[in-house]
């Protein structure tokens, strides 16, 4: 079991940028696809971003796409996401989460699913708002 704290959200201003970064410890981060997920006020969770366990496979949810990039550090234990142009809707609780039995790989599009994650983190706050 892996144990994730999430760090670097912030209140930033519309069309600005945040790097969100993810510390793992425990036994088998390398082992684990790891993804990024996020909750808005009075909306459900849902997967933003996830990584396969070599940091060679990405996905991402289609709102996203070409201004958000995850990547890894499997030295360091470490899993980021950088946010650019940020957007009011990007506004949210971002947690971070690592895969469990019932995550298949990226390709299958588990990755983006919530109950593809068994070890969660306790959130980092973003707030985008001029």
């Known amino acids: 079991q892996l144990h994730l704290v999430e760090s670097g959200g912030d209140l930033v201003q519309p069309g600005g940028s945040l790097r969100l970064s993810c510390a793992a410890s425990?036994?088998?981060?390398?082992?684990?696809?790891m993804g990024w997920f996020r909750q808005a006020p009075g909306k459900e969770r849902e997967g933003v971003a996830c990584?396969?366990?070599?940091?060679?496979?990405?996905d991402y949810i289609s709102s996203v796409w070409g201004r958000f990039t995850i990547s890894r550090d499997n030295a360091k234990d470490t899993v980021y996401l950088q946010m650019n142009n940020l957007k009011p809707e990007d506004t949210g609780v971002y947690y971070c989460a690592a895969e469990g039995a019932r995550y298949t790989g990226i390709h299958t599009g588990s990755g983006l699913r919530e109950t593809s994650y068994r070890d969660w983190g306790q959130g980092t706050q973003v707030t985008v708002s001029s």
């Open positions: 990584i396969d366990s070599s940091g060679e496979r990405t």
């Open positions: 425990g036994l088998g981060f390398v082992y684990h696809a």
